[in-house]
């Protein structure tokens, strides 16, 4: 299994940050892990990566239940960035919740393609690698 050039991991638990780095670590699946604590300072980090035309991210992991800004509505806003930018990049909700209805809903988006309860191990890392890559 190849690396990916970098992965965007979008969760404001810190200590959650914290452990799912040391398992990316761990997989060895990506050069770069970067992570960001909301959904607005993803966006920035995104558009960020357009402007200086670095690597947009292969795999965006989005924790749907934030303070600041849901994973739903981080979602309704990425997709107002030019498709030519997302278009090879695959976003995986993740989430402790047992709602179904959370499930149900990521289908109304054809830019989420899976949904990952945590926490995350290295297989399902790896899994998602392969998945995506």
Not at 21 to 26: A, G, P, R
């Amino acid at each position: 299994m190849g690396k990916l050039k970098s992965i965007l991991l979008i969760d404001d638990d810190e200590v959650t940050n914290y452990v799912n780095s040391i398992l990316f670590k761990k997989a060895d699946c990506c050069e770069k892990l970067e992570i960001c604590q909301d959904g607005q300072a993803a966006l920035n980090f995104l558009n960020n990566c357009i402007a200086q035309r670095t690597h947009f991210p292969e795999i965006i992991l989005l924790d749907i239940n934030m303070p600041k800004m849901s994973g739903w509505e981080f979602i309704d806003e990425y997709i107002k960035i030019e498709k030519a930018y997302r278009q090879n990049t695959a976003v995986v909700m993740l989430t402790t919740s047992l709602n179904v209805k959370d499930e149900v809903f990521l289908q109304h988006y054809e830019e989420v393609r899976a949904f990952c309860h945590k926490p995350l191990s290295v297989g399902q890392i790896n899994g998602l690698v392969r998945a995506y890559s």
